[in-house]
């Protein structure tokens, strides 16, 4: 009788690749200054820097970088997965952060938007990469928009 083997999950595979995807953008963006990855799909990126809910240690993520005014605003959306992502969770347990645009780290805390702020800030993010209200068709859950506000 062979031993049977477990395949990973589907989110398993999804999660393990956008973590190799995430780790390779970051170095690249870090050593150019955002000189390499300071872009994606015609969309200016930052990375956001949380501390983990868990381990206590910082975790950088590549995200799209949508301004609004001197705050930066940033898109739960997982691709439209039903699960929130983990800068998210991380956010919410401890809302200092630091996000990086081109060469300047700026540090943020982080807050969730209002329904009624939501309902102004998701044009602007839907302007910045129209895929987002795909993603919000795709998933049952309401998709957070993040604001990031310089704390200096």
């Excluded at 956001?48 to 799209?64: A, I, V």
């Excluded at 991380?90 to 540090?107: D, K």
């Excluded at 839907?126 to 993040?146: L, W």
Aim: hydrophobic share 35%.
């Amino acid at each position: 009788m062979s031993p049977s083997v477990k395949l990973p999950s589907t989110n398993q595979l999804k999660d393990g690749l956008s973590r190799l995807f995430m780790a390779a953008h970051t170095q690249v963006f870090r050593r150019t200054g955002g000189k390499i990855g300071g872009q994606f799909r015609g969309a200016e990126m930052m990375l956001l820097t949380t501390t983990g809910r868990k381990s206590g240690e910082p975790r950088t993520t590549p995200l799209m970088c949508i301004r609004d005014g001197e705050r930066f605003l940033a898109i739960a959306s997982y691709g439209g997965d039903d699960r929130d992502p983990q800068w998210f969770k991380n956010l919410q347990a401890r809302p200092e952060a630091t996000v990086q645009v081109g060469g300047e780290t700026i540090p943020v805390r982080a807050s969730v938007a209002t329904p009624e702020e939501k309902k102004a800030l998701w044009p602007k993010a839907v302007a910045a990469y129209k895929g987002y209200d795909g993603y919000q068709r795709k998933t049952s859950r309401d998709i957070p928009v993040v604001i990031l506000t310089r704390t200096s």
